[in-house]
């Protein structure tokens, strides 16, 4: 009998959770959901307990009741409503309580800044990036819930006009995706430049644009999968040349090389090869 092991992955070995980052506008038919109820599953269905953030929202408490309601209507064990308003709100002995205890948690859609801004660095805020990487929890977000979860983080920008510096505003995020930085309502919205001026000013990230009422389910580290009905652009940042420190906010940029990838639902990314992956799990090889 064989005594080889097997190999464990760092990520096994820590137990890592995994991210549902949503393009925003999900699910309009709330008696034909699919995204959420994917969201739930990945908690835990019936046995899922979700905390619902809905503090990127200028009227959070009336997001987390609506999102409570959604998930309530899908089938889960329990909602918490965080009722984040100010960073003192994050250090709440009940929260952390109940965060402890929750398979989930969900970020609402909004402005991501004001998220970043009131829960970074707070004992939720650390909690949640901790139970991320070392006790599996589900981490979802929607829009401006979705943005804020890369490292490099869009806080606005121009939807028109070309590939300048002036088009888009930068912050940095939650970091639970780690170089990767992520606009939603992408299509909707035309937003392939402002994607082009991140990664034309930060060549280290991946650029990852994201449709509405579509979702990429990711293992950090790993691979993405798209779902939904719309598509997910992937940009490798990785250019040959860009002339980003030299031009003037209001030039046009120089990128060369530039590699993007459509994908639809079904079809993934390995984040560790760079490639995307047919939905049977084939790598689709780079032509030389």
């Not at 953030?53 to 329990?78: D, M, Q």
């Not at 205890?101 to 660095?121: H, M, N, P, V, W």
């Not at 990711?218 to 798209?226: D, N, Q, T, W, Y």
């Not at 990314?269 to 689709?284: E, Q």
Request: glycine share 10%.
């Amino acid at each position: 009998m064989s005594t080889k092991k097997k190999k464990i992955t760092i990520e096994e070995q820590r137990n890592v959770g995994r991210m549902l980052v949503i393009g925003g506008a999900e699910d309009p038919d709330e008696d034909d959901m699919t995204i959420l109820p994917y969201f739930v599953k990945m908690c835990g269905g019936k046995r899922a307990r979700i905390v619902v953030c809905g503090t990127p929202s200028n009227k959070p408490l009336e997001k987390e009741r609506k999102y409570g309601k959604l998930f309530k209507k899908i089938g889960v064990a329990a909602v918490i409503e965080a009722r984040i308003e100010e960073r003192v709100d994050g250090e709440r002995k009940e929260l952390l309580d109940a965060l402890r205890k929750a398979t989930g948690i969900f970020y609402t859609g909004g402005d991501q800044l004001r998220l970043t801004s009131t829960i970074a660095g707070t004992k939720f805020g650390d909690m949640v990036r901790e139970r991320l990487y070392a006790s599996s929890l589900i981490v979802g977000g929607t829009s401006a819930g979705a943005a804020a979860m890369a490292s490099t983080m869009l806080i606005g920008g121009s939807d028109e006009g070309t590939v300048r510096r002036e088009d888009i505003r930068l912050a940095a995020g939650l970091g639970y995706w780690r170089d990767v930085a992520i606009d939603t309502h992408f299509a909707t919205r035309g937003r392939v430049n402002r994607l082009c001026v991140v990664f034309g000013e930060n060549p280290q990230v991946l650029a990852i644009g994201i449709d509405e009422n579509t979702a990429v389910d990711v293992r950090p580290g790993e691979s993405l999968e798209v779902i939904g009905e719309g598509a997910v652009v992937v940009f490798d940042g990785k250019v040959t040349h860009s002339n980003a420190a030299e031009a003037d906010d209001k030039e046009v940029m120089a990128i060369t090389d530039v590699l993007m990838h459509v994908l639809p639902s079904g079809y993934r990314f390995d984040l560790r090869l760079k490639r995307p992956l047919k939905p049977d799990g084939t790598v689709i090889e780079k032509r030389t």
